[in-house]
């Protein structure tokens, strides 16, 4: 939890993605409802990830599907070092449903 100088703060410094800035300045909540992920390499994972966006008093839910990719640094912890979006299709459907 941030204050909103906190929350603007991380938006100047880049450490919030564009997505979630768009998010916050037109009003949309994103909740995680679940994630799934299924090893298909070393350290590569396929995800499914279930959200919910709600705006105002729409809510609509989808499911987001992509890989993300871990790495091991120097200390032996995994990193994410990649997260690639395989379907758009339903993220895309989700925001003109909730902004119409």
Same mark, same amino acid.
Do not use: P, W
């Given at each position: 939890?941030? #204050?909103?100088?906190?929350?603007? &703060?991380?938006?100047?410094?880049?450490?919030? #993605? !564009? $997505?979630?800035?768009?998010? !916050?300045?037109?009003?949309?909540?994103? &909740?995680?409802?679940?994630?799934?992920?299924?090893?298909?390499?070393?350290?590569?994972?396929? !995800?499914?990830? &279930?959200?919910?966006?709600?705006?105002?008093?729409?809510? #609509?839910?989808?499911?987001? #599907?992509?890989?993300?990719?871990?790495?091991?640094?120097e200390s032996?912890? !995994?990193?994410?070092?990649?997260?690639?979006?395989?379907?758009s299709k339903?993220?895309?459907? $989700?925001?003109?449903?909730?902004?119409?």
């Amino acid at each position: 939890f941030v #204050t909103k100088k906190g929350l603007d &703060r991380l938006f100047a410094l880049g450490l919030v #993605t !564009y $997505m979630d800035k768009l998010a !916050y300045e037109n009003n949309i909540y994103i &909740r995680t409802e679940n994630i799934e992920l299924n090893e298909t390499e070393d350290h590569e994972y396929m !995800y499914a990830v &279930r959200l919910k966006f709600m705006k105002d008093t729409v809510e #609509t839910e989808g499911e987001c #599907t992509g890989i993300v990719g871990m790495a091991q640094d120097e200390s032996g912890s !995994y990193k994410v070092n990649f997260i690639k979006k395989t379907d758009s299709k339903a993220i895309n459907e $989700m925001l003109e449903k909730i902004n119409n």
